[in-house]
């Protein structure tokens, strides 16, 4: 198996990428990595690399900034875009990026295609909750102005992830809502509601966005507005109380004299916080396996990445939705 | 001024609902509190109260999970339906309750209508924010599928209120967005963005959920499907943080005195994330004035409100919208 890595994109590009890809590539010998970017900026960074990681060239960068489709046009030889089109000519199995996440949607969904049948892709991370699961959110803003049959489709491919990678027997679909009553909400989850019902999905109803944190299901539909308020509103929260807590714990003698006794606690609490723990995002429903590593990737984030694109391709999802999709009468939803 | 209070309403009814009105009622005895609920449960809790709170007796209560429309027909003599009516009449300037939030909104809408020239009213919660001012979300949940019209009209009753309650000389507008460039977002926001820039309000442009709590804006403006999933997530997530502190700091002797040693700061920080302190959500646009206090409202949570309340009504808040609304040209907003 051929992974990808966008060695140039992210915040902390490209050090944590690569140190990232060090420690998996040292773990899984079985899998081949490869950097795209700089070759001249990258080769001195690899000198103590194992053999299975490489480098492919690639001159251009598209920054965090860029307007997508102007980016993906022009910076054909961005690491970016040679990285998508690897995945395309079939020269990788699976492309991880943790640069300008409308450029990785627009360059995957441009070069590799949908998966056929499926109206739109969905972007697919996987948020901390209590235990140490996570749940998936489909859509968290691919597709701004969705129809119910969207996020049918979101359902049915966050279904298969959640059984095959993350190991859930039966994954809880929750339909994201404002209240957890059957006729609650807009025009969307009214009509969504009926159709999630109708299949053979194993539909929980309604949940709230409060509840998502308490892991009530494993899997989250809605359209990519509201999953996107849910994703940030949950990032800003755990970011402005850790920073709250910091200038609490920092505040006197005794504060830092208990923040250290704390210490291991704190670092577990953090580590139930934290997104590194539970990989990228899928893109799903695009042809080629796109995985969209968080903007601020730690090389742990990028080391969860990696495992997680190996189960992804492993276990053939892509290939599981393409079927499901094409046989979608309903009657054989996993 | 006479606050009228839904003393049956919320989880904690009636004791936190008249501790709170007591503490109200002693600190400013220039006003009078009405007690709306069942007399005879009442009147014992009273024997302490001081002369400015009195009962109005409704023998009936409507229940958190009931079906707002019908329990508002039907309950006709429930504390809630019968504190909005007290407000219809001008038996009292405002309505406070902490009860269910889809009869008291309905009750507000079919009992004292519309602010002429509003066409939907926003339930308004005040969110906590880094610093201590808090801003302003409208719509919170009232209105499920909007039209820009309406976040034209959210922002400009958010700009009075903030301006007037709140005390911000020019309070900033901002539009729940899922990125700040201008073209990003749904159909909605994309229309709303130039309904705001043509304005007068202070727009500030989009803004991101986990920008809001950093206090990027006094005022938020969204449709209420978006506005409930980002109170309901800062709500959950704050929650959830807490308990899983409150699981670290109890694990061992050793963190439960590091934990002693926190207290001033733990509680500091509670503070700083906690509704209570920052009254409750008003109906904006609205006739009568109705404050929705939390379900779960604490005493200090309701002597918070009824202070609201106070400020609400003597810097006539609801005159200046209608006023605002009815010279809607654009030239005049506040």
């Known amino acids: 198996m051929i992974i990808a890595i966008d060695a140039m994109g992210g915040d902390l590009a ?7 890809a060090i420690e998996a590539a040292r773990e899984m010998p079985d899998i081949r990595l490869v950097l795209v970017g700089d070759e001249a900026r990258l080769t001195p960074m690899l000198a103590q690399a194992p053999t299975n990681i490489e480098i492919r060239h690639a001159s251009e960068i598209v920054e965090a900034d860029e307007e997508p489709v102007k980016a993906v046009r022009r910076k054909r030889d961005s690491s970016l875009v040679v990285g998508v089109t690897m995945v395309k000519n079939k020269e990788a199995d699976v492309i991880i990026s943790a640069g300008n996440t409308g450029a990785f949607m627009t360059a995957a969904l441009l070069i590799t295609g949908r998966i056929k049948g499926i109206d739109r892709p969905a972007l697919s991370p996987i948020v901390p909750t209590v235990g140490t699961a996570g749940a998936m959110i489909l859509d968290a803003g691919a597709n701004m102005d969705a129809h119910p049959k969207n996020l049918l489709q979101y359902a049915i491919m966050g279904s298969i992830y959640a059984k095959k990678v993350m190991g859930v027997e039966s994954p809880r679909i929750g339909l994201l809502n404002v209240g957890t009553e059957e006729r609650k909400g807009n025009d969307l989850t009214k009509e969504t509601y009926g159709l999630l019902q109708e299949s053979s999905l194993n539909f929980i109803g309604n949940v709230e966005a409060r509840d998502v944190m308490e892991h009530v299901c494993d899997v989250v539909v809605c359209d990519g507005f509201s999953g996107n308020i849910l994703l940030k509103t949950m990032e800003g929260m755990a970011k402005t109380m850790m920073s709250v807590m910091k200038e609490e714990f920092t ?10 006794m704390l210490r291991p606690g704190l670092k577990r609490m953090k580590m139930k916080m934290d997104y590194a723990e539970h990989g990228g995002a899928l893109l799903m429903g695009v042809q080629g396996t796109c995985i969209k590593a968080h903007g601020s990737s730690s090389a742990r984030a990028i080391y969860t990445a990696i495992k997680q694109a190996k189960k992804f391709v492993e276990q053939d999802v892509n ?16």
Chains 1, 2 share one sequence.
């Open 14 to 20: 490209p050090s944590s990428n690569i140190e990232g």
């Open 251 to 260: 505040r006197t003698v005794t504060s830092q004299l208990a923040a250290m």
């Open 319 to 334: 290939g599981l939705i393409a079927r499901e999709i094409q046989g979608e009468s309903g009657d054989s939803h996993v």
